[in-house]
């Protein structure tokens, strides 16, 4: 069983934000479907999703989003490619989580904290 259906953020912005995750998603192999009030990634069409809906006035999500990496490489390539993508607070893992746990930490244009994570050896 899943534990979780989908994320759906607000952002201000969603042709701008469409620059930002499609170019982030595209590392992930996940191209944008779009429906008229809202955008979303996917792998499967049953599989879990991640999206977002233009809310002008929307304050940034602090919350923070993890997304899966397979190995510690694809953290490396994620974080080599954010600057140029407009993310903005980019910092790598510290091991403050523990030897297995290997992260980069970013916010998204609109302020939305976000991070690319792998668990393993």
Request: hydrophobic share 40%.
């Given at each position: 069983?899943?534990?979780?259906?989908?994320?759906?953020?607000?952002?201000?912005?969603?042709?701008?934000?469409?620059?930002?995750?499609?170019?982030?998603?595209?590392?992930?192999?996940?191209?944008?479907?779009?429906?008229?009030l809202f955008t979303c990634y996917q792998h499967t069409p049953d599989g879990?999703?991640?999206?977002?809906?233009?809310?002008?006035?929307?304050?940034?999500?602090?919350?923070?989003?993890?997304?899966?990496?397979?190995?510690?490489?694809?953290?490396?390539?994620?974080?080599?490619?954010?600057?140029?993508?407009?993310?903005?607070?980019?910092?790598?893992?510290?091991?403050?989580?523990?030897?297995?746990?290997?992260?980069?930490?970013?916010?998204?244009?609109?302020?939305?904290?976000?991070?690319?994570?792998?668990?393993?050896?």
């Amino acid at each position: 069983m899943r534990l979780l259906s989908h994320v759906d953020l607000r952002v201000r912005d969603r042709a701008r934000a469409h620059r930002f995750y499609d170019a982030l998603f595209a590392e992930f192999g996940v191209e944008r479907e779009e429906a008229p009030l809202f955008t979303c990634y996917q792998h499967t069409p049953d599989g879990d999703w991640f999206g977002f809906t233009e809310e002008r006035s929307a304050p940034p999500c602090r919350a923070r989003i993890a997304l899966h990496a397979p190995d510690r490489a694809f953290v490396d390539r994620i974080a080599a490619v954010l600057p140029g993508l407009g993310a903005s607070g980019i910092e790598m893992d510290d091991g403050i989580y523990g030897p297995k746990y290997y992260a980069v930490f970013f916010d998204d244009p609109d302020g939305n904290a976000l991070e690319v994570c792998y668990y393993g050896p």
